[in-house]
């Protein structure tokens, strides 16, 4: 799944917002940290006409630890303790 990271400059103007937009398949989450265990590129992507974005772009799968997320290739096994919870958004 396409996996889509940026800074949330929202959070310059509100420091209590958290700093990371992760988009998954275009469905926004924020998040505290991001790990990314995946290669990974930058991009330029065009939201809207004529709105342009950086962003750090990868394909996987994003598990979620409160406001952690964790970019992995595959999804974990679920019969392994973990406190990562997968998120679709």
């Given at each position: 799944?396409?996996?889509?990271?940026?800074?949330?400059?929202?959070?310059?103007?509100?420091?209590?917002?958290?700093?990371?937009?992760?988009?998954?398949?275009?469905?926004?989450?924020?998040?505290?940290?991001?790990?990314?265990?995946?290669?990974?590129?930058?991009?330029?992507?065009?939201?809207?006409?004529?709105?342009?974005?950086?962003?750090?772009?990868?394909?996987?799968?994003?598990?979620?630890d409160g406001a952690?997320?964790?970019?992995?290739q595959h999804?974990?096994?679920?019969?392994?303790?973990?406190?990562?919870?997968?998120?679709?958004?």
């Open positions: 799944m396409k996996i889509q990271l940026r800074f949330n400059t929202d959070k310059l103007r509100d420091d209590s917002l958290l700093p990371w937009r992760v988009i998954v398949d275009g469905k926004q989450q924020l998040a505290e940290e991001v790990h990314l265990c995946v290669e990974a590129h930058t991009s330029v992507d065009e939201i809207a006409p004529g709105v342009l974005k950086w962003h750090v772009t990868c394909e996987g799968v994003a598990v979620w952690v997320c964790k970019v992995v999804m974990p096994h679920m019969d392994t303790p973990s406190n990562w919870v997968y998120s679709g958004i």
